[in-house]
Every structure is written in C-alpha cells, then in structure tokens.
C-alpha cells in the first residue's frame, strides 16, 4: 500500500524518448565512485527513461544479490567489492520550465540523471534565482534530493517543488511535496527507514523565483560579490570558493565532507569552550535552540589537518574532507582514518562525531 506517495497519472516527461536498459557484468568500480576506490562489481544495470524502470520492476529477472540505486557515486564509501547489483540512473531529458505566469516564481524539472552542476549553470544563464549557491557540487539531481545537498547557506529542500519517484514495491510512479520527504540536515525520508531503498528518485521539480534573491549572508559570500549580484555572479563566486578549499576528486579521489557537523545543546557546547582557549568555539544557533559547531574546526583543533595514513588523508585546506591521498587506498584505509579521528576528536572534546558519507555494503 503506497502511504503518502501521491500516485501520477503520468510519469515525468512523458515523451518518445529512447528507452535503453544495459545490463554490463564484472564492471570495473572505479569510474563509479569520486573516492577512486577500485574493485569490482557483479551487475551494472544502467537505465536511461522512466519507461525502463517500469520494466526492469515487472520482471526482476536482473537483479543478483543486493540491489542499490546509485547516481555518479560522489557521496559514497563502496566497502570492498559490490557483490550485488547497481542501478545508475542516466535519466536526462531536457529540462521542463512551468511558467504559469506568476510573476514571483517558475518551476523547472530535470531528470534525476542530470548533472546537478549542469542544472545550476543553465538556471544562473537564464537569470533564474534558487541554485546559484548550489553550484559545484558534484553529483546527480536525484542524489541532491535523496540527500539534501546543502551549501552557502542553501538546502536543495528549500527548493522542492516535488520530487517524481518509482516505487519500487508497487512498480509505480508517485511523487511526494517537500513536506512529505520530510528534509533535515542531509537527510531524507529516503534515508530513513522504513522507506531507504524503496523509492528511487525520476526527477526532480524546483520553485525557483523570477525576482532577485541573492542569499549572501554566509561566510564571506557578501564581500566576494558586487551590491547588486546575478546569480552568474554569485555562481561564479561559490565555484571559486570552492576551489580554492576543497580537493578536485578527479586529482584527489574524495566525497566531500566525509563527516557531518555536530549538532548539539548549549551544555556540551558550554563544555568545548571550557577545554579550549581562548575559550572561543565557532558555532551557529539552530532553530531549535541548539547548537551548531563545525566539525572542522574540532577535527583541526585534534591536529589532523594534512595527516593521515600510508594511503588517506585529511585534506589540509577542509578537515573535512578525507582523500584517497595516493589513488590506491583501499575502503579499509579510509575506514581506519575515519575511527582514528572520531576517537580522538572523542578523546579531546567528549563528542562523537558522525560520517556523511553513504557506506555501501553489499549486505
Ligand atoms: N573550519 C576550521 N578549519 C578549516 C575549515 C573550516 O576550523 O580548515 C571551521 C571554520 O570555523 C569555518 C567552519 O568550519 O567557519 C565552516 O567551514 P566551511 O564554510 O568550509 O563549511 P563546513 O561546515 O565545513 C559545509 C558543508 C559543505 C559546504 C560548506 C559550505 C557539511 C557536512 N558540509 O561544510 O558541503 O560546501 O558547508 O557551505 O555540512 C559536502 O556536503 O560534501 C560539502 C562539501
């Protein structure tokens, strides 16, 4: 019984678009996954139309082991060899723009294939406001909407207009609001169980607004821009910031932030600054009262910053993020540099820190 998904009549983007399933065995890991790491997985099954997951979901016939949907894998930690089956979603028809005209917003929807940095360029090019500060993220629109991507001050919830789905347990295409994949802190209905694994995203529709709504107020956004900034200027400006502190995974294998920032009470807030001097903590308040501390200041204060093992290590400009320092590491390696930190960021703050990255098993 489907619970809160909305059935469609239709599916995304009905059309006479190719419809084309691959089915490939043996399939080297490596091109699948930002982190670089090598391997091997047992079935890829790469889908191009909504249309094919119809299909694939009436037989199963395809399906060996585990199956786990993936978009251009820039957030996951593949634990050794996948023994299961991967689905890639190519989903990547021209993007659909709804102008009914309001004179506030339009809505837009891309294919959960789409590069998500190739929708923020073609939105900044039409002077389209909403994800300017989302630009240089990498990865798929499907992923940014199972994961909540977030940067400079921006969530791609904030956006939502509707997410398009196939569930995979009624073969059916439904759709759900924003409220209804109930986003927080990169995370998603589904992300969570019961729901993980049931849906797997079409397309995605955004409200974006037709009148100026530059979102500066984050980090030194503001001084990097002009008074009255396009969202070209703005796009401009966040790639440039991101290249200046975080790693080019095709040089540095990584996934981003590997670890997420803490999330806390004023009491263990109150505690960190009694450790440190100048007893100064960088910290934001949440909505909700508590606060937010940025997990790369605790990493750094632990003296992480550039150090690792014989093969990862943390990125020197954004504790953050650990790379695949020689190209060779294993999951193994990333994992030891992962329980190394935790513990001694546990150590020094009493605080357990927590990974970002999707771990994906094949159990
Ligand atoms: N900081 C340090 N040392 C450093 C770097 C940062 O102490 O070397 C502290 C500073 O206090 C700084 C604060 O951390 O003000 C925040 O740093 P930054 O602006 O780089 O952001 P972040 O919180 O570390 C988050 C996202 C990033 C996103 C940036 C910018 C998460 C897990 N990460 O990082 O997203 O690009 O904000 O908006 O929320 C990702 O998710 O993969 C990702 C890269």
Same mark, same amino acid.
């Given at each position: 019984m489907i619970t809160f &998904? =909305?059935? +469609?009549?239709?599916? %995304? +983007?009905p059309g006479n678009y190719n419809t084309m399933i691959k089915i490939e065995d043996n399939v080297d890991l490596r091109p699948l996954n930002t982190f670089g790491l090598q391997g091997k997985v047992r079935r890829l099954v790469t889908y191009t139309d909504t249309a094919d997951l119809t299909e694939l979901f009436t037989t199963k016939k395809w399906q060996v082991g585990k199956v786990t949907n993936i978009g251009d894998g820039s957030n996951l930690l593949f634990i050794g060899d996948y023994n299961g089956t991967l689905l890639k979603s190519g989903i990547n028809h021209p993007i659909k723009i709804t102008d =009914?005209?309001?004179?506030?917003h339009i809505f837009v929807t891309a294919g959960a294939g789409m590069t998500m940095d190739d929708l923020c360029a073609e939105m900044a090019s039409r002077g389209l406001w909403g994800t300017e500060n989302l630009s240089g993220i990498p990865g798929q629109v499907g992923a940014a909407a199972v994961q909540n991507i977030g940067a400079y001050g921006v969530e791609i919830a904030d956006l939502i207009e509707k997410v398009h789905l196939f569930d995979t347990v009624e073969a059916a295409h439904v759709s759900m609001s924003a409220d209804e994949c109930h986003y927080g802190y990169r995370t998603s209905v589904f992300k969570k169980q019961p729901q993980r694994g049931r849906y797997i995203v079409t397309a995605v529709t955004l409200r974006l607004s037709k009148r100026p709504m530059p979102r500066l107020s984050y980090g030194h956004l503001a001084v990097k821009v002009s008074a009255f900034p396009s969202p070209e200027e703005i796009r401009k400006a966040v790639i440039e910031m991101r290249d200046n502190k975080l790693p080019? /995974?095709? $040089? %540095?294998g990584n996934a981003g932030s590997y670890f997420k920032n803490v999330e806390t009470e004023i009491s263990v807030y109150d505690r960190i600054c009694s450790i440190v001097e100048p007893n100064e903590v960088p910290h934001y308040r949440l909505n909700d009262g508590r606060i937010k501390i940025p997990t790369a200041w605790l990493i750094e204060q632990c003296g992480w910053k550039g150090k690792g093992n014989s093969e &990862?290590?943390? /990125? $020197?400009? $954004?504790? +953050?993020? +650990?790379?695949? &320092?020689t190209g060779n590491a294993t999951s193994d390696d990333i994992i030891e540099l992962e329980e190394e930190i935790v513990r001694s960021v546990h150590k020094k703050f009493g605080v357990t820190i927590e990974p970002e990255v999707e771990k994906i098993r094949n159990i």
């Open positions: &998904a =909305n059935v +469609l009549t239709e599916p %995304y +983007l =009914n005209n309001n004179d506030d080019d /995974w095709h $040089q %540095y &990862a290590s943390v /990125w $020197q400009k $954004q504790p +953050l993020v +650990l790379i695949n &320092a």
